[in-house]
């Protein structure tokens, strides 16, 4: 039963989500703030080489993850500089934020006499429960056959789901994305929320990244997330800038990067390339069809994003 | 929205300031650079003549970084106009394979006995058509529907790039060499589509480029439509209000925008590769291509000369290796010159009191005046 072509894929989606859940979850808190922030990419590769490195050098696994989590966000304060303080174009600078961030990481990947580039992993994430729950029907390999950091991101979307609808702070993030103008008027610090939340942004955009270089690929390469960053930037929207979806669509990705190897076993054959397609062919339809409705309303995108906000033109 | 329309006079930035910044990014970028490459334990010094003595020692260096900096002057044109008027086609990259897909398929299925001139220009064009093709999927729907132009075309991007790797690694479609049984590759285009090479490696696409980006910069500062486009650009209400159909510009902007990025791809299929390589054009040309708008402030004519700086950079970097330093090197450089480009926007946006030693008080202490 747990053998079965459906159990694996279901399985082997979650696993393959997982860094997408990571991303979309930081770029919707990100975006909630009225920023958005193109650099997804450049940020996970950033924690994918450090949470790598960190893990190689210590054997901890942990060390890794908040590496990772710091380099992230590190490199996300340069967005939120040009952003927030600056209040320059975000598209382009999270567009730099990319390029930089991958040469960083495949510089750091690369460099000096022993490289990281084609070394196996120190420690890799693995499933946590003994194998005889893990061997329970159905419900042993969708509750117990995951790793730490499978847990962790279902902790994340609760939490930050619970944060952005059910608290105050919450409540400040979508006044300051939604109308930073009376947000400000009404005492909140736009700048500071907006710093925070692109850092927020960056450390999980970060931890994604490890997801990669400590559980799925188990040895270092140049670019060890394929274009999971970009992906990201997508699901938010598919998720309507909420959480819970994310993590659905997030798995629907998944499933889609193994539906591959899944048709094979079935012995359908449909050319790789093609089903490759299919994700950013079903974004753009999804798209078009949210689109016709109430525009953005129906999607719930935030007001503000990607406007600049100064405090002088009000 | 009773707002009262204020038109709020953008402070003009002095010329030497707008040549200034993007100087100065690349210094900036050059020393940051620098000092990461002496922290990692390598000398900066040998690292930069390394790069310069590749990109410019010598007539084969220098034609290399001419043929690397071809599709970025158009990827730069492509963005540039785009950029310019607030539409965000982040999708050059598609756009340029696309046009490299359309363009490779008139020139396999061109009779090999079509006169040279006819050939070239019928497999140029269907480069540019093909783009601005690439470029309408993302393109009608932003204007008709209001969808997002920067999601659709970065999936455009990736859509384009799994079919022209299906094309030819995938499948046995008429793009794949037939002869070419061990290891799959395009198949040539006929003989008398491909551009002839004058100096070393590089041929007539250089001027194309270089054409297209002066058409591009006389369109927009020199005619009535280039005019209403800057209209357009300022402000949808002000072009609302003199009576510009605001959607139908913001269209063809889009549509044009992907002609000149399919334009890239075709002049690579006429030109150095002859036919359509997957991994040759898989080389983030249209991503380079907005650092190469940005940088040059969205100037058409500015892009050439930053174009052949981008394309240095890329001909450079492989070299990097034989010293044993990596080639994302160049990466980290290209990114570094974009994030001071973009801070440095800042200051030619908002006019500074203190504009001397602009490098060192950008942040904390620029002072704002409020006009």
């Known amino acids: 039963m747990n053998d079965s072509v459906v159990m694996l894929t279901i399985v082997a989606a979650i696993g393959l989500g997982t860094p997408l859940v990571f991303a979309t979850v930081g770029e919707i808190l990100t975006e909630r703030s009225g920023i958005l922030n193109l650099g997804v990419q450049g940020m996970m590769l950033i924690g994918a080489v450090m949470g790598f490195w960190a893990t190689f050098q210590t054997g901890s696994l942990w060390l890794g993850v908040i590496v990772a989590m710091i380099a992230g966000a590190a490199l996300s304060v340069i967005h939120a500089f040009n952003s927030v303080t600056l209040r320059v174009s975000q598209i382009v600078s999270g567009l730099a934020l990319t390029i930089f961030g991958t040469g960083l990481a495949i510089f750091i990947g690369r460099a000096g006499s022993d490289a990281l580039v084609g070394r196996p992993s120190r420690a890799i994430f693995e499933s946590i429960f003994p194998q005889s729950l893990i061997d329970i029907p159905i419900v042993g390999p969708l509750i117990f056959g995951h790793d730490a950091l499978i847990y962790l991101s279902w902790v994340v979307v609760g939490v930050a789901s619970y944060y952005l609808f059910h608290t105050r702070p919450g409540l400040t993030v979508r006044a300051v994305g939604e109308d930073p103008a009376s947000a400000e008027s009404a005492g909140i610090n736009v700048t500071r929320v907006r710093y925070i939340h692109v850092m927020l942004g960056g450390a999980l955009a970060g931890l994604g990244g490890a997801y990669f270089s400590l559980a799925l690929v188990p040895s270092w390469q140049d670019n060890p997330i394929g274009s999971a960053g970009w992906i990201a930037i997508a699901l938010v929207i598919l998720a309507s800038w909420r959480p819970w979806r994310a993590l659905w669509v997030a798995y629907l990705f998944g499933a889609a990067g193994r539906i591959n190897f899944t048709f094979q076993t079935l012995q359908i054959n449909i050319p790789a390339n093609l089903l490759a397609m299919l994700p950013f062919i079903l974004a753009i339809v999804a798209m078009l069809i949210l689109a016709s409705g109430k525009r953005g309303r129906l999607l719930g995108a935030p007001e503000a994003l990607g406007i600049p906000y100064s405090r002088e033109e009000r | ?371």
């Open chain 2, 1 to 371: 929205m009773s707002r009262r329309f204020i038109v709020e006079p953008r402070g003009l930035a002095p010329w030497w300031l707008k040549l200034l910044i993007p100087i100065g990014s690349v210094i900036a970028a050059l020393a940051l650079g620098a000092l990461f490459l002496a922290i990692t334990g390598n000398d900066w010094v040998e690292v930069y003549t390394k790069m310069a003595d590749t990109a410019f020692g010598s007539g084969r260096g220098f034609a290399e970084t001419l043929v690397s900096s071809t599709p970025l002057i158009l990827t730069g044109v492509a963005a540039a106009i785009a950029f310019k008027m607030l539409v965000w086609n982040i999708g050059g990259e598609g756009q340029l394979m696309f046009g490299a897909i359309a363009a490779a398929g008139v020139g396999i299925w061109l009779s090999s006995s079509t006169p040279a001139v006819i050939a070239v220009i019928a497999v140029v064009l269907a480069g540019a058509v093909g783009g601005a093709f690439w470029a309408s999927l993302a393109a009608v729907p932003k204007v008709y529907l209001g969808t997002n132009e920067i999601i659709t075309t970065l999936m455009l991007n990736f859509i384009a790039l799994n079919l022209m790797q299906y094309l030819v690694l995938g499948s046995f479609s008429p793009w794949r060499d037939p002869e070419a049984t061990q290891f799959p590759q395009g198949r040539p285009i006929i003989d008398n589509a491909r551009l002839p090479e004058f100096f070393h490696r590089l041929d007539w696409g250089l001027f194309i480029a270089i054409a297209v980006a002066i058409v591009a910069w006389f369109v927009i500062s020199k005619t009535r439509s280039g005019f209403e486009y800057r209209i357009v650009g300022d402000s949808f209400d002000t072009a609302r209000y003199v009576g510009i159909k605001v959607p139908r510009k913001v269209l063809s902007v889009f549509l044009a925008s992907g002609a000149a990025a399919g334009l890239a791809g075709s002049i690579l299929v006429v030109g150095i590769l002859g036919k359509m390589d997957p991994r040759s054009l898989d080389l983030g040309l249209g991503f380079t291509g907005i650092i190469v708008a940005a940088l040059a402030r969205l100037n058409p004519i500015a892009i050439i000369p930053v174009a052949i700086l981008m394309g240095a950079l890329n001909n450079a970097g492989p070299a990097l290796q034989s010293i044993g330093v990596p080639s994302a090197t160049v990466k980290i450089l290209q990114g570094a010159i974009l994030i001071f480009a973009v801070a440095g926007e800042f200051l030619i946006m908002n006019r500074i009191k203190r504009p001397k030693r602009v490098a060192d008080d950008v942040p904390a202490e620029a002072e704002v005046s409020s006009a």
